[in-house]
Nanobody, 125 residues
Framework: QVQLVESGGGSVQAGGSLTLSCRFS????????MGWFRQAPGKEREGVAI??????NYADSVKGRFTISKDNAKNTLYLQLNSLKPEDTAMYYC????????????????????RGQGTQVTVSS
């Protein structure tokens, strides 16, 4: 059974930083691909970053500000959020791909079959 548990969200002022963590278990899928997506109230889900064993990619809206990384020893995926803006305010979800039929792209992340419960990030101006 795959489980993803996010933590690290919070409230910060614009320009601040946060580190989100996603502890995962039971994910042994050979075509590894994990990432983060976010959803703000009234808006579509937006994939922000993906990781595929050494290869990462980012949405244009976060490129240069967010960094995805993974600690294999701790089974934890991270998302470092720097230079935060009010428009980054959203619920952030960790997700893992459940089938190689889906591409490993930021656009696909919101549709991956495994996801956590989310962690809220609020950025004030």
């Amino acid at each position: 059974q795959v489980q993803l548990v996010e933590s690290g969200g919070g409230s910060v002022q614009a320009g601040g930083s946060l580190t989100l963590s996603c502890r995962f278990s039971g994910y042994t899928y050979s075509s590894y691909c994990m990432g983060w997506f976010r959803q703000a109230p009234g808006k579509e889900r937006e994939g922000v970053a993906i990781d595929s064993d050494g290869m990462s990619n980012y949405a244009d809206s976060v490129k240069g500000r967010f960094t995805i990384s993974k600690d294999n020893a701790k089974n934890t995926l991270y998302l470092q959020l720097n230079s935060l803006k009010p428009e980054d305010t959203a619920m952030y979800y960790c997700a893992a791909r459940h089938t190689s039929l889906m591409p490993c792209t930021t656009r696909a992340v919101p549709y991956f079959g495994y996801r956590g419960q989310g962690t809220q990030v609020t950025v004030s101006s």
